[in-house]
Nanobody, 124 residues
Framework: QVQLVESGGGLVQAGVSLTLSCSTS????????MAWFRQAPGKERDFVAA????????TYGDSVKGRFTITRDNAKNTVFLQMNSLNLEDTAVYYC?????????????????WGQGTQVTVSS
């Protein structure tokens, strides 16, 4: 059973950077397609970023393109989300997600495994 644990969230001021980490266990990270989603209060869970198994192909949600970067270290079973130029609209619970499927998209239903989430709050 794959388990995901996020860390690195917190309260930050607008304009700064923050890096989230997702540690995986119960399976080889190299076999998993990994993604980050976020959910703000009262809103749906939105796609943030995803990385292919080797990390060579990455995709991003429109609202974070150019500001966020997803990377993965398969040897350390860890996925990262570097977030730059944070703004108030980035406030949300951020979730790490994993999929064993061959074809993976940007919908939450594409992912079988989820972490518990980490809160990111951006203040003005």
């Amino acid at each position: 059973q794959v388990q995901l644990v996020e860390s690195g969230g917190g309260l930050v001021q607008a304009g700064v950077s923050l890096t989230l980490s997702c540690s995986t266990s119960g399976g080889s990270l190299s076999g998993l397609y990994m993604a980050w989603f976020r959910q703000a209060p009262g809103k749906e869970r939105d796609f943030v970023a995803a990385a292919s198994r080797g990390g060579t192909v990455t995709t991003y949600g429109d609202s974070v393109k150019g500001r966020f970067t997803i990377t993965r270290d398969n040897a350390k079973n860890t996925v990262f989300l570097q977030m730059n130029s944070l703004n108030l609209e980035d406030t949300a619970v951020y979730y790490c997600a994993a999929s064993t499927r061959i074809t993976v998209g940007s919908l939450p239903t594409d992912y079988e495994y989820w972490g518990q989430g980490t809160q990111v709050t951006v203040s003005s």
